[in-house]
């Protein structure tokens, strides 16, 4: 029997900026990291309660209540801590609690 390519279930999207949400960091992907010059940088998380959003800054110097951005081990996003904002937001940390990557994974705007 032949060889026949496994297609994982696992997929990338290579075209759009994403974030994903887990309990100690939010990754960004390559698309998002290189659109945000993510490199160098701090991040500054904004929250809407009402409409259950959350808003980054991304910005170039320390700040009050900023956030260190960091290249990811073994990969070729960035990532930047999340375990405060997840720990103060029960609907954040349901979304960062989810089995699969896939259901903690958003298309930034």
């Given at each position: 029997?032949?060889?026949?390519?496994?297609?994982?279930?696992?997929?990338?999207?290579?075209?759009?900026?994403?974030?994903?949400?887990?309990?100690?960091?939010?990754?960004?992907?390559?698309?998002?990291?290189?659109?945000?010059?993510?490199?160098?940088?701090?991040?500054?998380?904004?929250?809407?309660?009402?409409?259950?959003?959350?808003?980054?800054?991304?910005?170039?110097?320390?700040?009050?209540h900023s956030y260190s951005v960091f290249a990811k081990t073994?990969?070729?996003?960035?990532?930047?801590?999340?375990?405060?904002?997840?720990?103060?937001?029960?609907?954040?940390?349901a979304v960062a609690s989810l089995k699969g990557a896939e259901?903690?994974?958003?298309?930034?705007?």
């Amino acid at each position: 029997m032949p060889f026949e390519r496994f297609i994982g279930t696992r997929t990338m999207d290579k075209e759009n900026p994403m974030v994903t949400i887990s309990l100690t960091h939010f990754y960004y992907n390559a698309v998002a990291s290189r659109l945000l010059e993510l490199q160098s940088k701090r991040v500054i998380y904004h929250v809407d309660e009402e409409e259950r959003k959350i808003g980054f800054d991304i910005i170039d110097d320390d700040h009050d209540h900023s956030y260190s951005v960091f290249a990811k081990t073994g990969g070729t996003g960035f990532g930047s801590a999340s375990s405060d904002i997840v720990r103060r937001f029960d609907w954040i940390k349901a979304v960062a609690s989810l089995k699969g990557a896939e259901k903690q994974k958003f298309r930034l705007r």
